[in-house]
């Protein structure tokens, strides 16, 4: 619930954030599936390019923790602005 002019609002519909649970979770699951893929001819090259890959999972929840703020200030912005179009 949130507050806007002393009512109490349920926010309903599409929003920008928590998108970082479903965004690690995906970027796991490709890692996983390119892994298996690239470990049926385990050459050097697929070898590193798989610890790359894992390096760049690691750092794809930092990346979307360090937007989220950023995204809920802009989705309060806009939200306030609806309610005060009301």
């Known amino acids: 619930m949130e507050r806007t002019q002393g009512k109490e609002l349920l926010l309903v519909g599409p929003t920008n954030s928590g998108f970082t649970d479903p965004a690690q979770l995906t970027g796991l699951s490709m890692l996983q599936i390119t892994s298996a893929l690239l470990s049926q001819q385990p050459v050097l090259d697929r070898i590193v390019l798989g610890f790359v890959l894992r390096r760049m999972q690691d750092e794809l929840p930092e990346t979307f ?19 005060d179009k009301r």
Do not use: G, N
């Open 65 to 83: 923790w360090a937007v989220e703020p950023k995204l809920q200030k802009e989705e309060a912005t806009l939200s306030s602005q609806k309610a």
